[in-house]
Every structure is written in C-alpha cells, then in structure tokens.
T-cell receptor, first 115, second 114 residues
Framework: GAVVSQHPSRVICKSGTSVKIECRSL??????MFWYRQFPKQSLMLMAT?????????EQGVEKDKFLINHASLTLSTLTVTSAHPEDSSFYIC???????????FGPGTRLTVL | AQSVTQLDSQVPVFEEAPVELRCNYS??????LFWYVQYPNQGLQLLLK??????LVKGINGFEAEFNKSQTSFHLRKPSVHISDTAEYFC????????????FGKGTKLTVNP
C-alpha cells in the first residue's frame, strides 16, 4: 500500500511554454501533498505544501505565480510550471500523506528539461 | 527550526562489508527521524523511521538505525551490503507533533564495489 505515481516521468519543452505534472495517490486518500525540487547531486528542497480543497502554502523564495499547485481531490495534485525557462529544468518529486502526522510517501519523480 | 547534517557525501565500500551512514540533526524540540533511499532517476523510498519507543529501528533491506538523543544522531547501518544497495541515502527530520514538513540532509552516495 501507499503508492504514489507521477505523470509524466520525463518531459522536454520549449522555453515559454507551460508544463503540468500530476501526482496521484493510488491506494490511499492523501489529505496533504508536497512538491519538492531536486537539483543534480543535491537534496530535496520543499517547494510547497498543499491540502485538499485549500490553497497551497509556498516556501520562501518559491514563486507561486510560476509554480501553480492544485489539490482538487484526495488523490490528485498537480504542479504547473508556467512560462518555463531553462533554469526551471530540474527533477520534481511529489509526496503524499494521509494526514498531518503520517509518513510521506514519495512519487517516482518527473524530469523536466526546458530547451 | 530543524537542520540535518550528513557528514559523508560519498561512501565507497566493498560488497559484503558493513557500512554506517552518519546523520546528525539539530532541533530545539523533539523530532521524528527518517531515512530514505533514492535509486538513480527515481523517487524516494522509505527505509525506516523513528517516532518513539525503542531507539533501535529496523527497516527494509536489512538496514537499521539507532536514535541517540544525547548525541542528536540517527546513524544508518547495515552489516553486509550488496551491489544493489548502491544508491543515494537521505536522512530527514520533522517536528514531533508539529509541522509535517520534512527537512532533508544533503544525502550520502553509497557505492558498493565488487
């Protein structure tokens, strides 16, 4: 149990376009979902926390107008990178938790490359 | 605020040798502690976690970790490693009973050589 999927696993796009990444909890309901960004050979940096049905809470320094997060249901959260630029190229990982006190379960990640 | 220090960025070992990956944390409150493993181009998989109770925690794939409150450490150990254990290992903490936000260390790359 506690499986989290992400789609797509890899995406290449042109500069200026928008890209949507989906995160799904497959066998449980996730009250809370998290979005992380990981640069090569570095750790995960939390971008934002989203609770189902409410606005996401962004970490300091993360542009909420650029990284749009929607958590419309208990099994789906989406991250949209708007007007992507090469510096947005990174590995984006989501995680999901049943509740505030629950362990986070991570998705397999999405590799975004902006040309 | 919490912080996590993983002292070794890379640890090379030979197959069947024991290994210890070090993790120290800093926090003004009680914390929960986690170890995650990341294989190339994949997400993170939970190895083990300490929430309360016994300070020696056993996880998957033969790994274990010991919580030492006085030394603020949570080192990960395995008595005999396999080639397949080659991966990046991350230690993480979050505040007990508080925010669910995880704070990660920078990671340790474990390379198991034949």
């Amino acid at each position: 149990g506690a499986v989290v999927s992400q789609h797509p696993s890899r995406v290449i796009c042109k500069s200026g376009t928008s890209v949507k990444i989906e995160c799904r909890s497959l066998d449980f309901q996730a009250t809370t979902m998290f979005w992380y960004r990981q640069f090569p050979k570095q750790s995960l940096m939390l971008m934002a926390t989203s609770n189902e049905g409410s606005k996401a809470t962004y970490e300091q320094g993360v542009e909420k107008d650029k990284f749009l997060i929607n958590h419309a249901s208990l099994t789906l959260s989406t991250l949209t990178v708007t007007s992507a630029h090469p510096e947005d190229s990174s590995f984006y990982i989501c995680s999901a938790a049943r509740s505030t006190a629950d362990t986070q379960y991570f998705g397999p990640g999405t590799r975004l490359t902006v040309l | 605020a919490q912080s996590v220090t993983q002292l070794d960025s890379q640890v090379p070992v030979f197959e069947e040798a024991p290994v210890e990956l070090r993790c120290n944390y800093s926090s003004s409150v009680s914390v929960y502690l986690f170890w995650y493993v990341q294989y190339p181009n994949q997400g993170l998989q939970l190895l083990l976690k300490y929430l309360s109770g016994s300070t020696l925690v056993k996880g998957i794939n033969g790994f274990e970790a010991e919580f030492n409150k006085s030394q603020t450490s949570f080192h990960l150990r395995k008595p005999s490693v396999h080639i397949s254990d080659t991966a990046e290992y991350f230690c993480a903490v979050n505040e007990e009973g508080g925010s669910e936000k995880l704070v990660f260390g920078k990671g340790t790359k474990l390379t198991v050589n034949p």
